[in-house]
């Protein structure tokens, strides 16, 4: 079951705006709806909704959380093969792979080039192999 969206939207579309997978469609001043099918749960639609208008699995309120209490992917370099699967599922553009440093470096990984654009749906970190991404929140 997915997050859905509840009588108290006001069709500001901050969800759709922010959801990673593009699940939430509507008309702006009008409710807006989540696809069922779409939906990863990954909560961003719920931190985000400043009218409680977003319920959770369990159906409960999904509560407003301050940005910079949102987590972000940190990305251990050593496990990291810069395989790219985090770079191409993460629906914000927030990644990306590092160039080398020198002549001859093979070491590239993944990391966080867009802060700002993250949403912490935590994608990257679930689809990621080898386990070279954990979500923190760094305020």
Known sequence: MSYRIVDGCTGCSRCAALCPILAITGTI???YLINERRCVECGVCGRSCTKSAIVDQQ????LL???KLWPIPIVNTSLCS????CVDTCGMKALDISKPQYRGDF????FLSEAKKCVGCAICAEECPLN???MEVCS
């Open 82 to 85: 810069a395989c790219g699967i």
């Open 29 to 31: 001043k009008q409710q």
């Open 132 to 134: 070279a991404i954990r």
């Open 107 to 110: 070491h590239a990984f993944a």
């Open 59 to 62: 159906g409960h309120v999904a």
């Open 65 to 67: 959380i301050p940005r």
